[in-house]
């Protein structure tokens, strides 16, 4: 499976970005498609989760009602909508593909190569 992120960038505080995560490959072995990110001096965290099938969502205490996941199974392709960016919210985001909805870096497969988002104050 191939992760392509697009759609970071530089924005000002309260703004909003749409992320995109791009899938190929062997998409049908990855049941869930995860957001992650990483910023500056941090360890990577857990964003926001989604199945391909289905409606279950998970998110991060720290984006719920600012962040969205959403997916397009025809496109392959899953998208996380960011509102209200926060100058906290800067970090370098990744996509990962897995089989089951978990916060755990470590129980998902593959990883994409990341999108930078930076918010301005």
């Known amino acids: 499976v191939q992760l392509v992120e697009s759609g970071g960038g530089l924005v000002q505080a309260g703004g909003s970005l749409r992320l995109s995560c791009a899938a190929s490959g062997r998409t049908f072995s990855s049941k869930v498609m995860g957001w992650f990110r990483q910023a500056p001096g941090k360890e990577r965290e857990f964003v926001a989760a989604?199945?391909?099938?289905?409606?279950?969502?998970a998110y991060a205490d720290s984006v719920k009602g600012r962040f969205t996941i959403s997916r397009d199974n025809a496109q392959n392709t899953v998208y996380l909508q960011v509102n209200s960016l926060k100058p906290e919210d800067t970090a370098v985001y990744y996509c990962?593909?897995?089989?089951?909805?978990?916060?755990?870096?470590?129980?998902?497969?593959?990883w994409g190569q990341g999108t930078q988002v930076t918010v301005s104050s």
């Open positions: 990962a593909a897995g089989t089951i909805i978990t916060r755990q870096e470590e129980r998902y497969d593959y």
């Open positions: 989604i199945r391909w099938s289905g409606a279950t969502t």
